[in-house]
């Protein structure tokens, strides 16, 4: 599978600062994605984990659109132990991406969160993150029932 040209398909552009796969969907599509720190043209690409998924990045949408960002924000800071998970996932974005010296999201302060987008990304790719989880778990049916992303291999066009 040319991996490259699903991403394409499925961000309907074409996939910039790709590294890898980083998760794959349970119908065997790139669904997180591992970027290079920067793109071919050395433009900054501060997101490591980029959700790729059609349909896990429609529910992370209506997520953020019934207030998520705030509500999740709320949430850390309120609570300690997602306070904490949220602290250690900054400073381990940090680690693994020392280039550009940003957290998840291309955020300068851990506890200000702006796209949970790639906090779940950060999450599927990094399994054991409590705020990324709870992100996902607020989505009923995280994958596709029907394998779209194998449109991008037939050739057609994405809707």
Same mark, same amino acid.
């Given at each position: 599978?040319d991996?490259?040209r699903?991403?394409?398909?499925?961000?309907?552009r074409?996939?910039?600062?790709?590294?890898?796969?980083?998760?794959r969907? $349970?119908h065997g599509f $790139?669904?997180?994605?591992?970027?290079?720190?920067?793109g071919?043209?050395?433009?900054p690409f501060?997101?490591?984990?980029?959700?790729?998924?059609?349909w896990?990045?429609?529910? /992370?949408?209506?997520?953020?659109?019934?207030?998520?960002?705030e509500?999740?924000?709320?949430?850390?800071?309120?609570?300690?132990?997602?306070?904490?998970?949220?602290?250690?996932?900054?400073?381990?974005?940090?680690? /693994?991406?020392?280039?550009?010296?940003?957290? /998840?999201?291309?955020?300068?302060? $851990?506890?200000?969160?702006?796209?949970?987008?790639?906090?779940?990304?950060?999450?599927?790719?990094?399994?054991?993150?409590?705020?990324?989880d709870?992100i996902?778990?607020? /989505?009923?049916?995280?994958?596709?029932p029907?394998?779209?992303?194998?449109?991008?291999?037939?050739?057609r066009?994405?809707?």
């Amino acid at each position: 599978m040319d991996d490259e040209r699903v991403v394409s398909w499925q961000l309907g552009r074409p996939a910039r600062a790709f590294r890898r796969v980083a998760v794959r969907c $349970p119908h065997g599509f $790139p669904a997180v994605t591992e970027q290079a720190p920067f793109g071919d043209d050395g433009t900054p690409f501060p997101t490591t984990y980029y959700l790729t998924c059609p349909w896990l990045v429609a529910g /992370i949408a209506r997520v953020e659109a019934s207030g998520g960002v705030e509500r999740f924000s709320r949430a850390a800071a309120a609570d300690p132990g997602l306070r904490e998970s949220l602290e250690h996932a900054d400073a381990e974005q940090r680690r /693994i991406r020392p280039e550009l010296e940003v957290g /998840i999201a291309g955020t300068r302060k $851990p506890d200000n969160l702006k796209c949970l987008h790639a906090h779940a990304a950060f999450a599927l790719a990094r399994p054991g993150y409590e705020l990324g989880d709870r992100i996902m778990a607020e /989505i009923a049916e995280p994958w596709c029932p029907d394998a779209r992303c194998g449109d991008a291999l037939a050739g057609r066009n994405r809707e």
